[in-house]
């Protein structure tokens, strides 16, 4: 197959947005034919159809979708990276791509990462946060596809190097008419009688709460899975489940939804988090700087 043409790409992209061959045509400063012919040239160098038209104007096949995902990001990996270069030229000092556990982003990160960007010295550093799960994370910052990570130390980091971050604790949230709401602290076996709202199965939560019921040769019940705390949150507070959220996550739900937090008493239950990267030596310096205040503010 020969190479992709990156315009092409961007004419299908432009395409599926507007489902309209004229009006890309427009946008692109092309003519509507040269369109066509450059999407039929690519239909044949990946040998199966890419568009159709419809009712509703032109539309992306299966396979369609398929490219038109990855051309999405193909074109903003090199926009990014054209704006990089283009940043060094203007002055900008560095960039730091950072990938954290939802646990980590929901708790202090954000707020530690906006005071480091506040400091003068640090005002022409750009900095990118995305969210993962801890397995992932810890693959892209060993593949050099992330530069900092930030998860729990449970997590395998066999190859990296990382400095101790912050701490949270785990506790039980429950609605105020549940029957555990009374209890003053819990062990987390004593949780199971009951059904969860928990996280997605490829979440690091998940697991941990998957192996702390099978130490006790028991399973967790799950009325509800959900995507994110502020999910699980307001699956409590309408009654219909339990969950487990860290306490510095749960504080402003727990008085903005009415949910009552129940301490959970299990050794487990207090968690470390740890910044991690492949060697602080060889991070560029705006990257080994973010290290070093997100160590020291944890540090406070």
Request: some cysteine; proline content about 4%.
């Amino acid at each position: 197959m020969r190479d992709l043409d990156l315009k092409t790409l961007r004419l299908l992209v432009a395409v599926c947005d507007h489902q309209n061959m004229a009006r890309a045509a427009q946008q692109e400063h092309i003519e509507p034919s040269a369109i066509s012919k450059r999407i039929a040239q690519l239909e044949a160098d990946l040998g199966t159809p890419l568009l159709m038209r419809s009712r509703r104007g032109v539309q992306p096949t299966p396979a369609g979708v398929a490219v038109l995902e990855h051309a999405r990001s193909v074109l903003f990996t090199l926009d990014r990276l054209a704006a990089d270069a283009a940043g060094f030229g203007s002055g900008v000092k560095g960039h730091v791509r950072l990938i954290a556990t939802a646990s980590a982003i929901a708790e202090s990160l954000l707020d530690d990462i906006a005071s480091f960007m506040r400091e003068p010295l640090n005002r022409n550093i750009k900095v990118d946060v995305e969210e993962r799960f801890s397995r992932d994370l810890v693959r892209q910052v060993r593949e050099g596809m992330a530069s900092v990570g930030v998860c729990w130390d449970s997590a395998d980091l066999h190859g990296l190097q990382h400095r101790p971050y912050r701490r949270d604790r785990l506790a039980l949230a429950v609605h105020p008419e549940h029957p555990l709401a009374g209890r003053k602290s819990l062990r987390f076996e004593q949780t199971l009688d009951h059904e969860h709202v928990g996280l997605q199965p490829s979440s690091a939560m998940h697991g941990m709460l998957q192996r702390a019921a099978a130490r006790v040769g028991r399973s967790v019940t799950y009325r509800v899975i959900v995507s994110n705390f502020d999910a699980a949150f307001r699956v409590v507070a309408a009654n219909l489940a339990i969950s487990v959220i860290p306490v510095e996550v749960g504080g402003p739900y727990a008085q903005l939804l009415g949910v009552k937090l129940v301490p959970l008493t299990d050794a487990w239950a207090q968690r470390s988090f740890v910044v991690c990267f492949q060697d602080f030596d060889a991070l560029q310096p705006a990257a080994r700087r973010m290290v070093e205040h997100l160590v020291e503010r944890a540090g406070r």
